[in-house]
T-cell receptor, first 114, second 114 residues
Framework: AQSVSQHNHHVILSEAASLELGCNYS??????LFWYVQYPGQHLQLLLK??????LVKGIKGFEAEFIKSKFSFNLRKPSVQWSDTAEYFC????????????FGAGTQVVVTP | DGGITQSPKYLFRKEGQNVTLSCEQN?????MYWYRQDPGQGLRLIYY???????QKGDIAEGYSVSREKKESFPLTVTSAQKNPTAFYLC?????????????FGPGTRLTVL
């Protein structure tokens, strides 16, 4: 079955630490890739997206992600986290031959301690 | 401001009752979606609609129904046939079904069935 896997369900780290969240998908065709973030009590919002071109994409709030096609991965990174990065992060994949259907990963809860 | 509104924010119902969750968007988006979010399971697609008067079942459509009579509105009915309806429900929209569009999310409705 086609799926999106996020490797970590919970991550706890200190401020200024580096963050990397893994995302792998199992679709064989062309995909569009997204990372969304859900801050406590807020809407899901888009962090960054990849459609084509440079596989290293930069998003808001200092986040970036790298698409590695051979590994079916789209890992999210931030060099130095802040307490305000405490949130749940979701990877999503859209298969381009499907009618707008997104597949989301299970999410990673990130807690940044002061 | 353009966006997606969902009402109510919290909803309580007795077991065996149908309940309808509202979703309205003023983004002029063609496509709309309903997701269910449960802890540790990410977002799972219930129904989606690419255009007015058309909608398709998602991965977990059993016990739910939708309508799309207007472009801006996509209400979701949780019926008594849904075995475990207590959850957080998210509505989303995107410009169209083509690939190069992310989804935008509403604030969600938390449904509790007593």
């Amino acid at each position: 079955a086609q799926s999106v896997s996020q490797h970590n369900h919970h991550v706890i780290l200190s401020e200024a630490a580096s963050l990397e969240l893994g995302c792998n998908y199992s679709y064989g065709g062309t995909v569009n890739l997204f990372w969304y973030v859900q801050y406590p009590g807020q809407h899901l919002q888009l962090l960054l997206k990849y459609f084509s071109g440079d596989p290293l994409v930069k998003g808001i709030k200092g986040f970036e992600a790298e698409f590695i096609k051979s590994k079916f991965s789209f890992n999210l990174r931030k060099p130095s986290v802040q307490w305000s990065d405490t949130a749940e992060y979701f990877c999503a994949v859209k298969v381009t031959d499907s009618w707008g259907k997104f597949q989301f990963g299970a999410g990673t809860q990130v807690v940044v301690t002061p | 401001d353009g966006g997606i509104t969902q009402s109510p924010k919290y909803l309580f119902r007795k077991e065996g009752q149908n309940v309808t969750l509202s979703c309205e968007q003023n983004l002029n988006h063609d496509a709309m979606y309903w997701y269910r979010q449960d802890p540790g399971q990410g977002l799972r697609l219930i129904y989606y609609s690419q255009i007015v008067n058309d909608f398709q079942k998602g991965d977990i459509a059993e016990g739910y129904s939708v309508s799309r009579e207007k472009k801006e509105s996509f209400p979701l009915t949780v019926t008594s046939a849904q075995k475990n309806p207590t959850a957080f429900y998210l509505c989303a929209s995107s410009i169209s079904q083509t690939s190069y569009n992310e989804q935008f999310f509403g604030p969600g409705t938390r449904l509790t069935v007593l």
